[in-house]
């Protein structure tokens, strides 16, 4: 039974760029968050997706958006990189109903913005 | 920003002594959840208990939970050199009438346990 995968693992962009972020949730969820984790720091809400739709969202700027596709993988995508986008991003997977569900988190991929 | 404040934020102990780490929040929650997370890893989900719950039990993890003071505590008992790794709360919020699940993380208390 495989869980949360992520691609890649590590990634280097320059300031300005744009990144993507691929993320496979664990077999049988359905919902997918998204987490960005600073060095040193607690992991911080981006937003969730269920459905197709994103359904809850963070304190982020428009720069971040995302997608989840039918087969519930999702993609983060984040504009015009800045130095502070630097980060390790996570992707979290649980089930339909989520508030009192665990969430499983992939390994995430860290993205380095020089 | 983060809701939830953990304390202490490291704490070295040797092998087979308890741990203790405690955790604020300042919302009404649904649920409050701990996660373990090795270094440079993602993070691994250890116990959810909710908010009308006030003691939760899971091998080795004890975690009560105190609604009234906001607060939480974990419990790793006769600690191993491989519970050494960082510790996160997280609090699910009712908040606002709706929640999906999102969580709120303290900051993370990291736990060194020397063999």
């Known amino acids: 039974d495989a869980g949360v995968t992520q691609s890649p693992t590590h990634l280097i962009k320059t300031r300005g760029q744009q990144v993507t972020l691929r993320c496979s949730p664990k077999?049988?969820?359905?919902?997918v968050s998204w987490y960005q984790q600073a060095l040193g720091q607690g992991p911080q809400f981006i937003f969730q997706y269920y459905e197709e739709e994103e359904r809850q969202r963070g304190n982020f700027p428009d720069r971040f958006s995302g997608h989840q596709f039918p087969n519930y993988s999702s993609e983060l995508n984040v504009n015009a990189l800045l130095l502070g986008d630097s980060a390790l991003y996570l992707c979290?997977?649980?089930?339909?109903?989520?508030?009192?569900?665990?969430?499983?988190f992939g390994d995430g991929t860290r993205l380095s913005i020089l | 920003s983060q809701q939830g404040e953990e304390d202490p934020q490291a704490l070295s102990i040797q092998e087979g002594e308890n741990a203790t780490m405690n955790c604020s929040y300042k919302?009404?929650?649904?649920?409050l959840q701990w996660y373990r997370q090795n270094s440079g890893r993602g993070l691994v989900h250890l116990i959810l208990i909710r908010s009308n719950e006030r003691e939760k039990h899971s091998g080795r993890l004890r975690v009560t939970l105190d609604t009234s003071k906001k607060s939480s505590s974990l419990l790793i008992t006769a600690s191993r050199a491989a519970d050494t790794a960082s510790y996160f709360c997280?609090?699910?919020?009712?908040?606002?009438?709706?929640?999906?699940?999102?969580?709120?993380f303290g900051q993370g208390t990291i736990l060194t346990v020397h063999p």
């Open positions: 997280a609090s699910s919020s009712n908040a606002g009438g709706t929640s999906y699940g999102k969580l709120t």
């Open positions: 919302t009404s929650i649904n649920n």
């Open positions: 979290a997977s649980s089930l339909t109903g989520g508030y009192n569900q665990p969430q499983h």
């Open positions: 077999s049988g969820h359905d919902t």
